[in-house]
T-cell receptor, first 115, second 110 residues
Framework: DADVTQTPRNRITKTGKRIMLECSQT?????MYWYRQDPGLGLRLIYY???????NKGEISDGYSVSRQAQAKFSLSLESAIPNQTALYFC??????????????FGEGSRLTVL | TQLLEQSPQFLSIQEGENLTVYCNSS?????LQWYRQEPGEGPVLLVT?????EVKKLKRLTFQFGDARKDSSLHITAAQPGDTGLYLC??????????FGTGTRLKVLA
């Protein structure tokens, strides 16, 4: 089983609908991130959380919100989806343990299409 | 927000050729990582460089961090079809907040 699991893997929705993407991890990492990927733009940071009580905006947080329900769970919500939010979304985790390299561990991605 | 530009954006080469991918910024990073991503999967870490001027080798891949810690390069020797993928650099802003580059899509033809 994957260490970082994203659901759903694919979703097609309509403009104005509320969408939630969920991420759960079994790695025991305290830091979790949401990125979106668009062709030619690489990965852009939406939100990140360094622990359950810590939520931070990334480069492109407008139109998104997040919830860190537990150390292992970090969800991303689009309250009213719009077509330019069509993208591939990735959840990632990292560890702050002693000696770690700051490596990000990614899920397999959630492809969202907003019509 | 710091920006990371990668070049080239696309690269298609024959098996056995050498190539270099560049990652440039006007800002200084505390460390820089390189990831490779294959279709349908998330990026996977290849290397982390921390010290200005640092060179790391991973089999046929050589990574260099610029002296001023603003840029980095990835050189692949004798590319193979298995090297095909999207290569992403990521610079650290502060501690463990990584900003990704625009990506280089590499295709190695057999």
């Amino acid at each position: 089983d994957a260490d970082v699991t994203q659901t759903p893997r694919n979703r097609i929705t309509k403009t104005g609908k509320r969408i939630m993407l969920e991420c759960s991890q079994t790695k025991g990492h305290d830091r979790m991130y949401w990125y979106r990927q668009d062709p030619g733009l690489g990965l852009r940071l939406i939100y990140y959380s360094f622990d359950v009580k810590d939520i931070n905006k990334g480069e492109i947080s407008d139109g998104y919100s997040v919830s860190r329900q537990a150390q292992a769970k970090f969800s991303l919500s689009l309250e009213s989806a719009i077509p330019n939010q069509t993208a591939l979304y990735f959840c990632a985790t990292s560890d702050t343990g002693q000696g770690n390299t700051g490596e990000l561990f990614f899920g397999e991605g959630s492809r969202l299409t907003v019509l | 927000t710091q920006l990371l530009e990668q070049s080239p954006q696309f690269l298609s080469i024959q098996e056995g050729e050498n190539l270099t991918v560049y990652c440039n910024s006007s800002s200084v990073f505390s460390s820089l990582q390189w990831y490779r991503q294959e279709p349908g999967e998330g990026p996977v870490l290849l290397v982390t460089v921390v010290t200005g001027g640092e060179v790391k080798k991973l089999k046929r891949l050589t990574f260099q961090f610029g002296d001023a810690r603003k840029d980095s390069s990835l050189h692949i020797t004798a590319a193979q079809p298995g090297d095909t993928g999207l290569y992403l650099c990521a610079g650290a802003e502060g501690t463990y907040k990584y900003i990704f580059g625009t990506g280089t899509r590499l295709k190695v033809l057999a």
